[in-house]
């Protein structure tokens, strides 16, 4: 599916621009330029933007653009593009498109033709990886799960088993239920972040165990404020024994008795439905034990 065409050299350019999570400093110097060049800024909240643009001395014009107009509204704004103006997208606080709107007008920009320029800054969730201390090789954004206890646990079963760093945004008011949760699917003992108010007064990163850090939100009802991030490390696979379930040791101790060990860690595996060459050094291991 074609989702770009080649930029128009006709049609302005979409600028997509980050804002600050907290601290006003955080702007950069082309964010700014940026803002003060365009025709028009499509924001989240213009009620919103406009103190900020009032903070920099901004006097570019802004127009809506949120989750309910977007679709509709992207018709104005590509026109103005389409006319040669520049147009710069930016969101409540932030960058654009991450748990922001924004995804219907790049969308419908690229397919236009129009070039689209990020003008990268502030992002909560990179901003929490970046001082967690967690593996930040490889992660996901899950954004914000449910806002019911079963939709979210049910969110939580499905990336139980995920190998890397999990990271999620949620709303103060559910930040213990969240954790609770959490702590319920991946166990009390799973490595976890909370990240609070980034980059303002109170910005506070607490890593604990699940358990600890659920016990230590509940305990402070402090805890219980502000904007928040929740990163998880990812599932630690068990090895060797650890990883097999106490039936099919069972089974292989029971046929180890009887028959070589290659057959009987073969023959456990079909019965079991464990792999063989996990069995297969499971076996070994329990031989030299022995
Ligand atoms: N576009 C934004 C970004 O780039 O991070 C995210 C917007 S989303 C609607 C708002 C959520 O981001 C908050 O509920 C919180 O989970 C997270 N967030 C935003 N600012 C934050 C901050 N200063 N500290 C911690 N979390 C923050």
Redesign the pocket.
Known sequence: MTTSAAPNPICGTLYVV?TP??NLDDISARALHILRSVALIAAEDTRHSARLMQHFGIGTPLAACHEHNERDQGGRFLARLQAGEDVALI??????????PGYHLVRQARAAGVAVVPVPG???????LSAAGLPSDRFIFE??LPAKSAGRRARLEQVKEEPRTLI?????HRILECLEDMQAVFGDARPALL??????TF?TLKGLPLAELAAWVAADSNQQR????VLVAGWDAPEGEAAVSAEALRVLDLLLVEMPLKRAAALAAEITGVRKNLLYQVALERQKDA
């Open positions: 980050a999570i907290g969101s409540d606080a932030g960058t654009p498109l991450i748990s922001d502030a992002c909560a969730l990179i901003a929490a954004g914000f999620f945004y949620e709303a103060p990240a609070r108010e980034i980059t303002k910005e502000g904007e928040c991030v």
